[in-house]
């Protein structure tokens, strides 16, 4: 199974994008689904997550700007990113944890221009 990630681009400071993450196939024993990113001379940090309880965590920094969902019919993740702000341009990256392995989109680039 591979997780492709898609919906980067540049968009201007308070722009909207969205985010998808779809995977080739059906994933089981999923402990946990996240978006991670990283920017220019950064670590790679977690942006959103959804546990297996459909516990949600969001960063500080994107709370109340950012929604991450799920449609498991459709095997995708999705982050809604709202009000954007140059500080948010980063790779963003898909990640799923299941009890055996760890499966990472390829990542998508966002450039948010002030």
């Known amino acids: 199974v591979q997780l492709q990630a898609s919906g980067g681009g540049l968009v201007q400071a308070g722009g909207t994008l969205r985010l998808s993450c779809a995977a080739s196939?059906?994933?089981?024993?999923?402990?946990?689904m996240a978006w991670y990113r990283q920017a220019p001379g950064k670590q790679r940090e977690l942006v959103a997550s959804?546990?297996?309880?459909?516990?949600?965590f969001y960063a500080d920094s994107v709370k109340g700007r950012f929604t991450m969902s799920r449609d498991n019919a459709k095997n995708t993740l999705y982050l809604q990113m709202n009000s954007l702000k140059p500080e948010d341009t980063a790779i963003y990256y898909c990640?799923?944890?299941?009890?055996?392995?760890?499966?990472w989109g390829q990542g998508t680039l966002v450039t948010v221009s002030s």
């Open positions: 196939g059906t994933i089981r024993s999923i402990i946990s």
């Open positions: 959804i546990s297996s309880g459909d516990g949600r």
């Open positions: 990640n799923v944890e299941t009890i055996t392995r760890t499966y």
